[in-house]
């Protein structure tokens, strides 16, 4: 800080003259402390702008990242359903083109080896073996066809239990059913093949 000096020791206008020089160099140095300060200001209000325009910034990224997340999110469980539906949409064409061709299968097989009924006639008599009352039922043209072979597996296993051999349309072509008073045993083609099919889906 400047020395003061006194109007008595100097004459008076020596005395302005320190006086305008002291007053000169304190309001520069004000001016120079003044603009340190305006310059200090603008630089920390510069950085507290950015600071919050900064924060604004990622704030509103974030709103928007969280609902652009949310958005992904339900379309990635869109996707997995719809994903879920096809394959089980795809297992169920797959399941059913499979019963449709081992129909045919058995169709052909049928043609060319009709005894196959036979076989399953004795299975299904081993199966309701000493359940009493049995009735058989098979398709009338199987019927006509295999007649003496039925009677004779019937006579066979009639010992098991005795059997009523019935024409039914109802039954298709190479298969058969027996119904004792337990229950009954569904030879039929389809009916198997539709127990597969709903033991693979």
Request: aromatic content about 2%; some cysteine; glycine content about 6%.
């Amino acid at each position: 800080m400047p020395t003061v000096i006194k109007a008595t020791d100097l004459g008076t206008e020596t005395y302005r003259s320190t006086i305008r020089e002291q007053a000169r160099q304190i309001l520069l140095a004000s001016t120079r402390d003044a603009q340190v300060i305006r310059r200090t200001a603008e630089l920390e209000g510069r950085r507290a702008a950015e600071q919050t325009l900064d924060l604004l910034v990622d704030e509103r990224a974030g709103r928007k990242l969280e609902t652009a997340l949310t958005a992904l999110r339900a379309a990635i469980a869109e996707l997995n359903d719809s994903k879920r539906t096809w394959l089980a949409n795809w297992e169920r064409q797959a399941v059913d083109l499979a019963v449709a061709i081992a129909g045919r299968v058995c169709r052909i097989e049928l043609r060319k080896n009709p005894e196959i009924t036979i076989g399953l006639l004795r299975e299904a008599l081993e199966l309701a073996a000493g359940a009493g009352g049995v009735r058989i039922y098979m398709n009338p043209e199987d019927h006509a066809a295999l007649g003496s072979q039925v009677r004779n597996l019937v006579d066979e296993l009639a010992r098991l239990a005795p059997a009523e051999v019935v024409a039914d349309r109802s039954i298709s072509r190479g298969g058969c059913r027996v119904e004792t008073p337990k229950g009954a045993i569904d030879q039929q083609f389809e009916t198997q093949l539709a127990r597969i099919a709903e033991e693979l889906t």
